[in-house]
Structures are given as C-alpha cells and as structure tokens.
C-alpha cells in the first residue's frame, strides 16, 4: 500500500485543521492505520492511531486526547486526523503510518509499522 498525507498548513493557535492519509493500492480498512508526528529538534511521536477493520476503538497520545480525532471513511480510502484547539507545541511534520499485521500493543509503536507516508507540516502560530 502506498500512502499519501496531505492536509498540512499554517494556522493560529486555537484553530482547526484536518489532515489525511490517502492509500493506494490496498483497501486502507485493512491496515492498522496511525498518524506520528516530528516537531523540530524532537523525536517523532505517537499522535493517533486505529487498529485495521475497526471505525471506532481509537488510541490518542494523552497529549491530543480531547482535541484531535482519527476517523476513517472507508469509500474515500482515507484516514483523517481532524485537530481542534491547537496549540504551538502541536507544530510538526504529522506522518501517517500502516501496517496489515498490527496487534493492539503494538499500536503505538513506531517499529511495528511497515508503510509509512510522507509528512505534511502543520504550523500552529501563537
């Protein structure tokens, strides 16, 4: 599966953006699909993730738990991360990731993933 993210861009602290992870290749349903992020000077990290099949049974790092929620639409092949209330420190290049194979424990594993996209940036200005 190849995937594409996009969705990126700048926008003010306590804004809106969503972004999303187009597949193809394979029908994305079923991938364990997670979106990872890299801030500046920072390792990447965990943000969101859903395991493959599911359109529920979502897992958030306990940084975005409230504020951004990963959805997938099945016809479209895409995985969306929509983020609310953001914040400066939410800037970073946001990466999506799947894999066919995924087990819950490993979901918020960066190793456990075999495809990954490139990033798009989001900027949140103060």
């Known amino acids: 599966v190849q995937l594409q993210a996009s969705g990126g861009g700048l926008v003010q602290a306590g804004g809106s953006l969503r972004v999303s992870c187009v597949a193809s290749?394979?029908?994305?349903?079923?991938?364990?699909t997670s979106w990872f992020r890299q801030g500046a000077g920072k390792e990447r990290e965990f943000v969101a993730g859903?395991?493959?099949?599911?359109?529920?049974?979502?897992n958030y790092a306990e940084s975005v738990q409230g504020r951004f929620t990963i959805s997938r639409d099945n016809a479209k092949n895409t995985v969306y991360l929509q983020m609310n209330s953001l914040r400066p420190e939410d800037t970073a290049v946001y990466y999506c990731?799947?894999?066919?194979?995924?087990?819950?424990?490993?979901?918020?594993?960066?190793?456990?993933?075999?495809?990954w996209g490139k990033g798009t940036q989001v900027t949140v200005s103060s």
């Open positions: 990731a799947a894999d066919s194979s995924m087990i819950s424990s490993n979901l918020r594993s960066q190793s456990a993933y075999a495809y």
């Open positions: 290749g394979r029908p994305l349903r079923s991938y364990a």
């Open positions: 859903i395991k493959q099949f599911s359109g529920g049974n979502a």
